[in-house]
């Protein structure tokens, strides 16, 4: 019993001290004969739900490709490039400003060898970057070797061209000067894991749990702008009337109108569930960086806003309506209280239809699968909450805001919102198609146009086919007319490079932006690990590591939304010894050095493999970003820090982790 107890506590210390490192991606390695002159290394991977692998050849300045690499070939050659097999998907990538492949789920390489005959031997290994929509991977290795012979290869088979041994990966001495095939990386204690007492100081923190309620909420607030609307707000008491008056027992009357509620959220939530069947869980991923779907959304928009504005209706075929209409007095029973929230959903379209198209627009091009489901829940039960509210409390029909101006005035201000929406869209399809005509400062001063235009606005200075006459201003009009002002004005220094983190998330990025007198930036100050800790040590301070990867689209957000933060920077710069260490640089290492690590041997080939191998084998973790301050002597000094763009939780994890080194 005692030793079932002590191997339980040992298996659970080892968790703990691995917690961090994350394995999504799983491969399986096989050497296949297709005929006897030929070969094919076949690798398969199995990836966790959430992550994707990237294809091959996806250029310089992008993710990690994958690549087929030899250290040993002898006796074949290679015979065309590794080829991706499976289904792709292909996407514009907003970031790297260049269309990217990857797989999901699963992905498949194949590398193809031509024997030149006699025995054979081929060792190297098939590196792949991965990614989800948190952490990205380093670039990492899926050693292999295979030998044999061939047995039916011909004489003439063993001639090369010059080309194709340029092909070739000449075979590297591994090891180090004493011959040994394993060596340690640096033998100072700076390398030390202190995995144990980083875990003790607290988990790294995250905001991924908070993505599914935020749509929510999004939804929710669109459904409660749908009920304002002249479409929806004058049918509710009709229909709370209607459900109280035609029972003569009140329990059953309020009962209904539960199920008429229940029904419009069974309706809409279903129209999320089939924009996800229509569209498909790889398409979904796609829709936030196609430039073709950005395109057509950004059109859709404009529509909708010019609906708005009152220039048309954009209403279903009345036929619909008054089918279902006439199918609902034929029936009784739930059917009947089904069809009738069936008509009101086709009857308020004019209205709702563009309110859902935006929110479904946004929810759909978050990348989730079941976003659009997650929205219309939202929607629908703001939506359907004053039809159960009225029929639990008739009285408060009474106190209903009438009907009037104002309505048109909230439909008006939509129109505002989605043109403004419209222009985030179309700016994905201008970086897609390198077009240069809405940078960041023309984006910037077309919102500040659109929401000047909106104050103006509600303060009655403008008028559109739908307001009445009236020239007075509501004290709520004139409050939202000041702070559509205030908005507009504090957009006005981005366009000399300000970087409104208000607004960091729909604009351009920075490097679009022709004139920049903004210099409050972070620069690191070393990018070797070694070196840095020295410079620490001469002056005194303390030290923020930053494992970071060219190919980390969140590393990119969190310097652009965070680290422009004026206190952030001023911790960083004058407080801390900034090491930024990029785990996939390709610069060869002098040569390459062969590790043990949890009793596997691996080879480390790059200046970001060995940087890699810090971030597993001291801090137990292999994802980025990955921020993390220790003293000069390499001690932790707070709990590690990952993507998160809560700039206040930022600050108080620098200022704890300076508190703890004074």
């Known amino acids: 019993m005692r030793r079932i107890l002590f191997s339980l506590i040992v298996s659970f210390l080892a968790f703990a001290a691995y917690a961090q490192i994350q394995e999504p991606v799983k491969f399986k390695t096989e050497l296949k004969n297709v005929s006897a002159t030929e070969l094919e290394i076949v690798f398969t991977a199995s990836i966790e739900h959430g992550w994707h692998v990237y294809s091959t050849d996806l250029g310089d300045g992008g993710p990690i490709s994958a690549t087929f690499n030899t250290d040993e070939l002898t006796g074949a050659r290679l015979d065309g490039k590794l080829r991706p097999v499976g289904k792709e998907v292909a996407s514009f990538d907003k970031l790297f400003e260049m269309d990217v492949r990857y797989f999901e789920h699963t992905a498949q390489f194949v590398q193809k060898l031509k024997l030149t005959g006699g025995t054979y031997q081929v060792k190297g290994y098939l590196e792949y970057g991965a990614c989800n929509d948190e952490n990205c991977l380093p670039p990492t290795q899926v050693e292999f070797s295979f030998s044999g012979k061939a047995e039916g290869a011909s004489v003439a088979a063993q001639t090369e061209t010059q080309e194709e041994k340029a092909d070739t990966v000449a075979p590297a001495v591994i090891g180090g000067a004493d011959g040994s095939t394993s060596v340690v990386v640096s ?95 790889n398409a979904l991923n796609a829709l936030s960086t196609n430039a073709i ?52 959903s086709l009857v308020s379209f004019s209205c709702t239809g563009p309110i859902i198209g935006f929110l479904l627009v946004q929810v759909s091009t978050t990348g989730n699968v079941i976003a659009p489901a997650v929205g219309m829940l939202g929607f629908a039960i703001a ?135 903004y210099n409050n930036e972070v620069h690191a100050k070393f990018d070797d690990y070694d070196a840095g800790m020295k410079y620490a040590r001469e002056h005194g301070k303390p030290v923020m590591l930053d494992f970071t990867g060219y190919g980390c689209v969140n590393c990119r957000k969190m310097e652009l939304a965070v680290w422009t933060d004026m206190k952030v920077a001023d911790l960083i710069n004058n407080d801390y010894v900034l090491i930024t260490l990029y785990v996939d640089n390709k610069t060869r290492l002098p040569e390459p050095v062969k590790v043990m690590e949890n009793g596997t041997e691996r080879t480390l080939r790059t200046v970001g493999d060995k940087w890699s191998y810090l971030q597993r084998v001291k801090f137990g973790a292999n994802a980025q970003p990955f921020y993390v301050l220790i003293d000069n002597e390499g001690k932790p000094l707070n709990k590690s820090y990952s993507y998160d763009e809560d700039i206040d939780k930022y600050v108080d994890f620098l200022q704890t982790g300076l508190d703890n080194y004074k």
């Open 187 to 281: 033998d100072n204690d700076l390398w030390s894991p202190v995995i144990d007492e980083l875990n003790a100081l607290g988990e790294t923190t995250s905001q991924e749990d908070m993505s599914w309620l935020y749509i929510f909420i999004t939804g929710f607030v669109g459904g409660l702008l749908a009920l304002f609307t002249p479409c929806v707000w004058p049918i509710i008491p009709m229909t709370v009337s209607f459900f109280l008056k035609r029972s003569k027992d009140k329990k059953k009357g309020v009962r209904d109108a539960w199920t008429y509620g229940a029904s419009i959220v069974v309706i809409y939530v279903t129209l999320g569930l089939a924009i996800t069947a229509i569209f498909g869980a």
């Open 293 to 344: 779907f950005n395109i057509f959304f950004c059109l859709m928009l404009v529509v909708f806003a010019a609906s708005f504005f009152g220039a048309f209706e954009i209403t279903l075929p009345s036929k619909w309506s008054n089918a279902v209409d006439s199918k609902a007095e034929a029936t009784t029973g739930l059917l009947s209280i089904f069809l009738m929230a069936f008509t009101l």
């Open 383 to 517: 939506l359907a909450l004053p039809f159960t509210l009225f029929a639990l409390f008739p009285s408060w029909l009474k106190s209903m805001p009438k009907s009037g101006g104002w309505m048109n005035v909230i439909k008006v201000t939509l129109g505002f919102l989605e043109l403004a929406f419209a222009l985030k869209f179309l700016s994905v399809a201008d970086l897609a198609y390198g077009w240069r005509i809405l940078d960041r400062e023309t984006f910037l001063a077309l919102w500040i146009v659109l929401f000047a235009l909106l104050g103006f606005y509600l303060l009655g200075k403008i008028k559109f086919p739908h307001d009445d006459d009236d020239t007075k201003v509501s004290v709520t009009r004139f409050f939202l007319a000041l702070a559509s002002l205030a908005f507009a004005v504090y957009m006005v220094p981005g366009l000399w490079g300000a970087p409104l983190k208000a607004v960091s998330a729909f604009t351009p990025p920075m490097q679009t932006q022709d004139f920049n007198l």
